[in-house]
């Protein structure tokens, strides 16, 4: 499956838009990660459980959105976004979204 945040590939043509396709994920904060995160707002630094915990939601959010777009017939998705936004006190969820498309590999340029 190849992904894009482009409108399009090199090296191949899209023959046919299928749709939006789409992933999420809704994660939820940890008490234990909250207590070290607060300790790096004291001290300064990354926040490393929740850079960890988002990683994980966008690759889930991917994953379930390129499982849409191969359900439909999909060689690729283009124009991939992704959004977040806070759902309740704690929780967030991480969205991907693109367009899915069938493509035909490009003849070589000589």
Not at 18 to 39: C, E, P, Q, T
């Given at each position: 499956?190849h ?9 191949h043509?899209?023959v ?9 994920s809704?994660r939820?904060r940890h008490?234990?990660k ?6 790096r707002?004291v001290?300064?630094g990354?926040?490393t459980?929740?850079?960890?915990l ?14 849409e ?12 976004r992704?959004?977040?936004?806070m759902?309740?006190q704690?929780?967030?969820?991480l969205?991907?979204?693109g ?12």
């Amino acid at each position: 499956m190849h992904l894009t945040n482009q409108d399009g590939f090199a090296d191949h043509d899209i023959v046919q838009t299928l749709g939006l396709v789409r992933g999420n994920s809704v994660r939820a904060r940890h008490i234990g990660k909250d207590i070290m995160a607060g300790l790096r707002n004291v001290v300064g630094g990354e926040v490393t459980e929740y850079v960890k915990l988002f990683a994980e939601a966008r690759e889930q959010a991917l994953d379930r959105m390129k499982a849409e777009a191969q359900g439909m017939g999909a060689d690729g998705v283009v124009a991939v976004r992704f959004v977040t936004s806070m759902i309740a006190q704690g929780a967030a969820e991480l969205l991907a979204y693109g367009t899915a498309v069938k493509l035909r590999p490009r003849p070589p340029l000589d």
